[in-house]
């Protein structure tokens, strides 16, 4: 019955802990400097716009300190010297998997990507370290005026679009690691919806890291245009290292008046790689913008899907699950802004800590002075399963004015032994009980997800579970 | 050899002994009331039995079919078919009763072997409605919100579920109304047979007009002082457990 610290949980990630030997034919080097900038952009033949503004990047990431004074010293394990910023073997994604280089191929199909585009997706976008290797959409998809293609292509084929958006929802510098983001950025997917069309089958983005000592540092846009609905999900694995991996995304999305942005992310790299994500949605009126946000994998994860409700009547909406393994520290939250009437936001955070893993909860509510009728609702449930594990919470909620609501509810709770003792009395064993019980902690949550992630994401957490106790 | 046996059975927490030499036999087949009053060790008695961490057993055995089950985790004991309905049931938030009983019926099968889902939810939906429990509650979790009466309902249909070779049921009649007492005896009467040993745990006669015992005991101070047939219960209720407890002093 005891949960033994010594026999913590096995971190269960055979499902992407492996690698194929690839040769780059581009490759940046190791450490950051503006002559890494310049590679990156010659490679990738970049706009003058797109060099200046990484050049820009640079310079704040450089002049910013690392945010230790709030967040973990962790941070400072990050040797930026030690990390290669740019890997690729070409620019181009292919279209046709029968296209993509045997050892990418291979990676992708092991796991499972080239079945569920033919089982349940509208596109598809692989990214392999820098470069996206496989990109598609359905071609009814495409046919409704749908955009799904590589950022680093859309760059080059619709700068109306992605230069007007681009930078906008999320400034360069936002944080240290959207300005690190800004200056390397490679990969990451571009969307656009046009007015009126509704996407009945999700867009989804797998990014894979397969080189050691590597920073994948993908940018993501998404326009939803008037009116229309679009369902985005991504996952991603790495293999394990010895070195520390690097991943820092910077996601922006734009939910035009009456559009819904679903975002779905299954996060699952493994325990060397720093994940240090900024991701933003700027919902317009009567726009919505949902964040389903599972955080499984990773040494360190930092993020806080953020909603900025700009027009009237937007929505926004974050619903978390992180699950803090030993000796790792999911720190993740939401950012609700509130900047127009009647604008409703909702947050739903439960985590859970095994071993010497650490949850953090930060959730930032704002709604000023002068808007009338919002409402924010925030309910952060901490699970915690052994006495060492550790669960804290921050919120920073700011709501002022007349006629605004606000409502926040925490819980920590523990599996009690008589919980354990009355699950096992029915014959389960003590580690099935404990799984069966951190599920149904999160039962309501894994519901939100999709139907083939939310099978996925009871499988990792029961792998997360097994051999937990005693 | 097919009885549930209970050996001169000592058992403490911390250093309160709760136990002391306590020997009960329980035959396949039959149904055996414990009674006694509240702190008597009724209910420790049972939580022993099943395995809690937080009991130990300083001497004796406990035998179901001949083999001793004290060294066995709570899950095998209940794999090797010993049943405890509680007394007070626990709350398992987010887990359905469903797949709740569904994982202990699993665990119960040979590895590799595959769970028969149908099946399952037709025999499921079967002892619900003889336990006039509403169908939907299959995907409520497990006594969460639960009423006590709900609560003890739930764990007979677990009992009838998982068919254990021998039940001991803990103040199953507490919290009780009268058709709710009789709904769960009639639960608890059909799963009577040859084939299952039954304990029922109460410390009021009520419970035993329903649920008819082949014998009754008289527990005090951790240990069997006296038993007999049925008419054992009702002579307690009229005469109290003093009069038990002064028996045993005069010995």
């Known amino acids: 019955m005891s949960t033994e610290p010594s026999k913590q949980i096995e971190i269960d990630r055979n499902i992407g802990d492996f690698r194929y030997d690839v040769k780059y034919d581009y490759d940046a080097g190791v450490g950051l400097t503006e002559a890494t900038i310049d590679y990156i952009c010659d490679v990738k033949k970049d706009p003058d716009w797109i060099r200046e503004f990484r050049k820009e990047g640079l310079k704040k990431f450089l002049a910013k300190p690392m945010p230790t004074h709030w967040a973990t010293p962790d941070l400072n394990n990050i040797v930026f010297d030690n990390i290669r910023y740019y890997l690729s073997q070409g620019q181009q994604a292919k279209r046709s998997w029968d296209e993509v280089p045997e050892a990418m191929k291979q990676t992708f199909e092991r796991l499972g990507i080239p079945e569920q585009e033919r089982k349940f997706l509208a596109g598809v976008e692989a990214q392999f370290d820098s470069e996206a290797a496989y990109s598609n959409i359905q071609a009814s998809v495409a046919e409704q005026g749908v955009i799904f293609m590589g950022s680093t292509e859309a760059l080059h084929k619709r700068p109306d679009i992605f230069r007007k958006w681009f930078g906008k929802v999320i400034p360069s510098g936002d944080n240290k690691f959207s300005a690190l983001n800004s200056a390397v950025f490679s990969g990451g997917s571009f969307i656009y919806v046009p007015p009126g069309v509704k996407v009945k089958h999700p867009l989804q983005a797998y990014f894979r890291i397969n080189a050691e000592s590597f920073g994948q540092f993908e940018r993501t846009l998404i326009i939803a245009d008037e009116g229309s609905e679009l369902m985005y999900m991504e996952g991603c694995t790495a293999p394990k290292f010895e070195t520390a991996t690097i991943h820092s995304a910077v996601v922006e999305l734009v939910a035009m008046p009456g559009a819904k942005i679903q975002y779905v992310t299954v996060q699952n790299w493994s325990n060397n790689v720093f994940n240090l994500v900024t991701k933003r949605g700027l919902a317009h009126e009567e726009a919505e913008i949902k964040w389903i946000d599972c955080n499984i994998g990773s040494r360190l994860t930092m993020k806080y899907p953020g909603v900025v409700m700009k027009g009237r009547k937007a929505r926004g909406e974050v619903i978390s699950i992180a699950l803090a393994g030993d000796g790792q520290h999911q720190d993740t939250g939401a950012k609700m802004i509130h900047a127009a009437d009647e604008t409703t936001s909702n947050i739903v955070s439960k985590s859970i800590s095994l071993g010497s893993g650490r949850a953090t909860y930060r959730g930032m509510v704002a709604v000023p002075r002068h808007l009338k009728n919002c409402k924010n609702n925030t309910e952060c449930d901490a699970l915690l399963i052994n006495s060492h594990s550790r669960t804290d919470t921050y919120p920073a909620i700011t709501v002022r004015g007349q006629g605004n609501a606000c409502q926040h509810e925490a819980s920590v709770s523990q599996i009690s032994e008589e919980q354990i003792f009355y699950m096992q009395q029915r014959g389960i064993s003590e580690a099935a009980a404990m799984s069966l019980a951190v599920n149904g902690f999160v039962n309501d949550l894994v519901r939100e997800f999709p139907m083939e992630y939310s099978v996925e994401l009871k499988r990792l957490i029961d792998l997360e579970m097994e051999g937990s106790v005693g | ?251």
């Open chain 2, 1 to 251: 050899m097919s009885c549930l046996s209970i050996q001169n059975l000592h058992a403490s927490i911390g250093d309160q002994p709760i136990l002391q030499g306590l020997s009960l036999e329980i035959p396949k087949g039959e149904v055996h009331a414990i009674m006694g009053k509240n702190g008597s060790g009724k209910s420790t008695l049972a939580k022993i039995m099943a395995g809690h961490p937080a009991y130990t057993v300083t001497s004796g055995d406990v035998l179901l079919d001949g083999e001793s089950i004290l060294g066995l985790e709570p899950d095998e004991r209940s794999r090797r078919g010993l049943f405890l309905a509680f007394q007070y049931p626990m709350e398992i938030p987010g887990v359905s009763i469903a797949n709740f009983i569904r994982a202990a019926l699993q665990a119960r099968l040979p590895e590799g072997e595959e769970f028969e889902a149908v099946e399952y939810y037709g025999r499921l939906y079967k002892k619900m409605d003889s336990l006039l429990i509403d169908r939907k509650f299959t995907s409520r979790s497990v006594n969460d919100g639960f009423s006590g009466g709900e609560k003890k309902r739930c764990e007979i249909l677990q009992m009838a579920m998982l068919e254990p070779k021998y039940a001991v049921l803990d103040e199953t009649d507490s919290g009780l109304d009268i058709d709710a007492l009789r709904i769960v005896s009639e639960g608890v009467n059909a799963m009577r047979g040859k084939d299952r040993g039954m304990v029922v745990i109460t410390h009021y006669q009520r419970l035993l007009e329903y649920i008819v015992p082949d014998r009754v005991h008289v527990m005090v101070a951790g240990q069997i002082v006296m038993s007999g047939d049925k008419d054992l219960a009702l002579r307690l209720e009229s005469e109290g457990y003093d009069w038990a407890e002064d028996l045993r002093n005069s010995k």
